[in-house]
């Protein structure tokens, strides 16, 4: 159920890069107040507190997108929006599972459904109405409680800490000189504080109530005066005053659970949208490809391969952040390594999956710039070449690589003329069952002339030294995943390679 209030609201780099291939992602930033920059404050031994450093937050490279703060709810809306305009998807609402069994001596087989569900739907006042269906997937998206995970007697992986900390968001007036960005205030008794900038104007605070060696505190006791309070005594001797408060993974192959109902932590991060969003996102194509009979079942098995790596990342960097927060440690040098670790993991581009089928890896890289099989495809920007379909304008790779269920084929050659034979040889290659493929040709370099008869767009790439950064040899073809990360990726000759990654996938 979507709320109004509280929740979610930091938004990161690849959250927005999945958003952009839905077309969703404008209305997005249109709301958002975009995380600039980052303060950090300290007290001292006389107890006055004073500005360390200020970092501004640029968007990492390789990706259009940097950091922006908007309310869970808001976000959820835009989503359900995007969903209710899609002809194939419908929402029923008010209805809850009573049970769920899967028959899995019988799952091996694609076509069957082994899932049996009951659920129950609320028609009117104290009227409800029982169905049971059979299923051949299910999703558990039901968050931290997960009822789902229950019936399957999952375990979660979970981070867990007796430290209370308070989450406001309020409209506030003070004197404090960092108020406009987004600042962390660290106190060696206490340990931490931060807040984020929000939309209309709101600012989110996190205030850490009570250590985790500490159990002095009632909570039935804390209260929104209570924690006011606090944020108030940490920001001293300046003034602050409230002007507005609004509040303060798979089982048989065939049961797949996403999000808060599998990896439970806390809200320090700021990542569990964010990660159930990529979940998802990662779990939905395959499960799609599988249900129209273009992929193999064995697919869906890289859910859990691809995603687990993540979850247990996503517990690490919260334990690391509790660390980071504790009274006396903070800021602390010798952490500067796993500050580093937590860096790279939360604008979520340097993500590298796990080789398998789906991700036949050659090498290994954390660098945003390379075109490597397991990461998303770096964002360069590039011209659309006119045709008498296409004006010409600039735009980004990652832009154009849509959010259709579609594999691409993204192919940069030096020169024009040396794309088409590489196209007569895919389209002899493409498993019949693969019904839809976006063939990218992009140029390395401007084209002296251009086919007026073509009715496919032409790219070149906007930057001469991109097809440097990206380490691109002089023909280079990338599959790219629905889900926009690299699948395999060689010279344009390797079409043994090619075929060899295309069986392993298609039906
Ligand atoms: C204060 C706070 C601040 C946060 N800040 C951030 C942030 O800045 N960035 C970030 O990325 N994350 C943040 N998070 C975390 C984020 O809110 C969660 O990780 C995210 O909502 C998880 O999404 P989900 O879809 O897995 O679960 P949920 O959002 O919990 O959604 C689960 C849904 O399932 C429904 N449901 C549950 N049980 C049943 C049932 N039995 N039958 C039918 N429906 C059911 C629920 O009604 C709900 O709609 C924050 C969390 C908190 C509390």
Not at 247 to 258: A, I, N, Q
């Amino acid at each position: 159920m979507m709320s109004s209030w509280g929740g979610a609201d930091g938004i990161k780099s690849r959250t927005m890069e999945v958003f952009d291939s839905f077309g969703i992602a404008d209305e997005v930033s249109k709301l958002w107040a975009p995380i600039n920059s980052w303060a950090v404050w300290s007290e001292d031994d006389q107890g006055n507190i004073s500005r360390q450093f200020r970092t501004t937050n640029s968007p990492p490279v390789r990706t259009k997108w940097g950091d922006g703060a908007l309310q869970q709810g808001v976000i959820e809306k835009i989503i359900k929006h995007y969903l209710a305009s899609q002809s194939s998807v419908s929402i029923q609402h008010e209805t809850i599972p009573t049970s769920l069994t899967v028959e899995h001596t019988v799952t091996s087989h694609p076509d069957i459904y082994p899932c049996v569900v009951t659920l129950k739907r609320h028609q009117e006042e104290n009227v409800s109405a029982e169905e049971t269906i059979r299923a051949k997937y299910v999703i558990g998206a039901d968050g931290a409680g997960s009822w789902t995970r229950k019936q399957l007697h999952l375990t979660t992986d979970t981070t867990r800490t007796n430290a209370l900390w308070g989450v406001v968001d309020t409209r506030v007036t003070s004197d404090f000189p960092d108020l406009a960005s987004s600042t962390t205030v660290y106190n060696h008794h206490a340990g931490g504080m931060f807040f984020v900038r929000r939309e209309r104007d709101l600012t989110r605070f996190y205030i850490q109530l009570t250590t985790d060696e500490d159990d002095s505190l009632d909570r039935d006791s804390v209260t929104l005066d209570f924690i006011i309070d606090r944020i108030r005594r940490r920001l001293s001797p300046y003034t602050l005053s409230i002007n507005y408060c609004e509040c303060s993974m798979s089982k048989h192959e065939r049961v797949f659970l996403t999000g808060d109902a599998v990896h439970t932590h806390s809200p320090l991060a700021g990542l569990g949208m964010n990660i159930s969003i990529q979940d998802s996102y990662n779990l939905g194509w395959k499960l799609a490809g599988v249900i129209k009979q273009e992929l193999q079942p064995s697919v869906l098995d890289t859910y859990e391969l691809e995603r687990r790596p993540i979850a247990h990342e996503l517990l690490d960097v919260d334990r690391i952040l509790f660390q980071f927060f504790h009274p006396g440690q903070f800021p602390n040098q010798d952490r500067s390594e796993d500050g580093a670790r937590v860096v790279r993991f939360l604008s979520g581009l340097q993500i590298q999956y796990t080789p398998s089928i789906l991700t036949l890896q050659q090498q290994d890289t954390n660098s945003l710039d390379q075109l490597t099989a397991g990461m998303r495809i770096p964002d360069v920007e590039i011209w659309t070449v006119s045709t008498p379909l296409a004006a010409s304008a600039n735009t980004s790779l990652l832009t154009i690589l849509r959010s259709d269920g579609s594999f691409h084929v993204v192919v940069f050659v030096e020169h024009v003329d040396l794309f088409a034979p590489f196209e007569v040889a895919l389209r002899r290659l493409l498993p019949p069952s693969s019904r839809n493929w976006n063939v990218i040709p992009i140029c390395m370099r401007a084209p002296d002339r251009i086919d007026l008869e073509s009715r496919m767009p032409l790219y070149c790439l906007a930057e001469a030294e991109d097809s440097h950064a990206l380490a691109l040899k002089p023909s280079t073809v990338a599959v790219v995943r629905p889900d926009q990360y690299v699948g395999w990726c060689s010279g344009v000759d390797d079409t043994k390679g090619l075929e060899t990654y295309l069986r392993g996938i298609f039906i």
